[in-house]
C-alpha cells in the first residue's frame, strides 16, 4: 500500500502562487508516475499534470500549460505542482495520485493510489 498526503492548498488572489506537494509513504516512490487531478464544486475530475517515475515524460492539460509545473523528488518521496498566475477558475481540490507504470496517463481511473486532496481557492 502506499499513502498519499496532499498540502500546500490555500486561498491566493488572482494571479498569485501557489506550491502543492505530494508526500508518499509505504512502497518505493520512483517506481510509480504521477498525476495531478482536480475537481471543481459541481464539475467532473480533470487531469492537470502527469510526470513520469525518472522525472521525464511531463505533460499537462491545455488549461494549465505555461502555468503549472509538475515536478518530483525521489529522494524525498514527494511530488509536487507549481502553480503560478493562477485564475478563479483554478479554484478546485487538487488531488495527486500513483501509477504503477513508468509513464503517467490521464485517466484517473488508471491510477493506483490517490491522496484525500488539499484545496485551492483563487479569489478575483
Known amino acids: 500500500q502506499v499513502q498519499l498526503v496532499e498540502s500546500g492548498g490555500g486561498l491566493v488572489q488572482a494571479g498569485g502562487s501557489l506550491r502543492l506537494s505530494c508526500a508518499a509513504s509505504g512502497r518505493t516512490f520512483s517506481k510509480y508516475s504521477m498525476g495531478w487531478f482536480r475537481q471543481a464544486p459541481g464539475k467532473e475530475r480533470r487531469f492537470v499534470a502527469a510526470?513520469?517515475?525518472?522525472?521525464?515524460?511531463?505533460f499537462y492539460a491545455d488549461s494549465v500549460k505555461g502555468r503549472f509545473t509538475i515536478s518530483r523528488d525521489n529522494a524525498k518521496n514527494t511530488g509536487y505542482l507549481q502553480m503560478n498566475s493562477l485564475k478563479p477558475e483554478d479554484t478546485a481540490v487538487y488531488t495527486c495520485?500513483?501509477?504503477?507504470?513508468?509513464?503517467?496517463?490521464?485517466?484517473?481511473?488508471?491510477?493506483?493510489?490517490w491522496g484525500q486532496g488539499t484545496q485551492v481557492t483563487v479569489s478575483s
Open positions: 510526470i513520469g517515475w525518472s522525472g521525464g515524460n511531463i
Open positions: 495520485a500513483l501509477e504503477d507504470r513508468p509513464l503517467g496517463g490521464t485517466n484517473w481511473g488508471e491510477y493506483d493510489y
